[in-house]
Structure formats: structure tokens, C-alpha cells
């Protein structure tokens, strides 16, 4: 398992929840896995080149993940979070 920490703005799409535990072997399956559970969320944090949208970050532990095909392993902690931007 793998857990996964969603931002406020992907909340809305996980019925409230902050952490939510995945399966998945890599960061684009553990997306697979977090969008059956909760459907359309995955769309929101990457695009339809399976790129990571460049409003978001990934980090699998204290490390950047630049792509969603990064690996995983057992017990890993993403944190996928929203860049803030204004001026």
C-alpha cells in the first residue's frame, strides 16, 4: 500500500479526505488506482499525455517526482500538492 496525501482543491473529489491509502507499483499506478476509487481526480493532476500538470506537484517522499512514471515502493507517502501562483 501506498498512502497519499490530496491538497484542498482535490478534496472535493475524495468525499473530504486528506490521506488515502493506494495500491500501485508507481506513481501513474497509484494514480490509476486513487482515480477508481474516487472517479476524475486523476485528470486533475495530470493531462491527457499523462503529464503532470504544471499547476501541480508529485513528491514521493522528500523527493520531486518530475513524472508519473516514477516507482513506488511498499509503504511510500506521495504528496501531491498545487502550486500557488499570484501576483
Not at 11 to 31: D, F, N, P
Not at 62 to 72: G, T, V
Not at 77 to 82: A, N
Request: no cysteine; net charge negative.
Amino acid at each position: 500500500m501506498v498512502r497519499v496525501l490530496l491538497p484542498s482543491q482535490l478534496q472535493s473529489y475524495s468525499r473530504g479526505a486528506s490521506r488515502v491509502e493506494v495500491e500501485g507499483a508507481s506513481v501513474a499506478a497509484a494514480l490509476d488506482d486513487l482515480d477508481r476509487q474516487f472517479p476524475g481526480i486523476r485528470f486533475r493532476v495530470v493531462d491527457e499525455q499523462d503529464r503532470i500538470r504544471p499547476h501541480m506537484r508529485i513528491y514521493v517522499g522528500p523527493e520531486r517526482a518530475l513524472d508519473i512514471a516514477r516507482p513506488l515502493g511498499e509503504g511510500d507517502e506521495v504528496l501531491i500538492f498545487g502550486a500557488l501562483s499570484g501576483g
